[in-house]
């Protein structure tokens, strides 16, 4: 299989200019990903000989994945700060931590959990946050 697909890839170069060559390998890739998706992401790389790190729908998961790290870290680390400092946390500011997308206001929500005097206190930031 592995020979066929670069065949296919070579084909590709040949048929579409340079500009479109891109474009019609990442199709050719995801066709395959559909296909043998019971493999992991390093049997397809070594199977497509391809870095799929290297094409822009490669790119735009990592991006996806950092995002959503920096979400869910932020997330957490607001909850710890608020445990470390007042004990136990209501589920219901877990919850509302957990729904907030925004990093820019996770950020702050972050800054305020070691700064109010009280939960109560953070319960209100957090309810303005999300309005």
């Known amino acids: 299989m592995g020979r066929k697909v670069l065949g296919w890839?070579?084909?590709?170069?040949?048929?579409y200019?340079?500009?479109q060559s891109p474009t019609q390998i990442n199709l050719?890739?995801?066709?395959?990903?559909?296909?043998?998706?019971?493999?992991?992401?390093?049997?397809?790389?070594?199977?497509?000989?391809?870095?799929?790190?290297d094409t822009v729908a490669g790119q735009q998961l990592i991006n996806l994945g950092d995002q959503r790290g920096s979400l869910r870290i932020a997330r957490e680390d607001i909850i710890e700060i608020l445990e470390a400092r007042f004990g136990?946390?209501?589920?219901?500011?877990?919850?509302?931590?957990?729904?907030l997308d925004d990093l820019t206001g996770l950020k702050a929500l972050l800054k305020?959990?070691?700064?109010?005097?009280?939960?109560d206190e953070f319960i209100q930031t957090l309810r303005r946050s999300k309005n």
């Open 9 to 15: 890839g070579n084909l590709i170069r040949e048929l």
């Open 17 to 19: 200019p340079q500009e």
């Open 28 to 53: 050719l890739a995801l066709i395959l990903l559909n296909r043998f998706r019971h493999l992991s992401i390093e049997e397809v790389t070594a199977m497509l000989n391809l870095d799929i790190t």
């Open 88 to 99: 136990q946390v209501p589920q219901e500011v877990i919850d509302a931590t957990g729904e």
């Open 112 to 119: 305020a959990s070691a700064l109010v005097n009280d939960l």
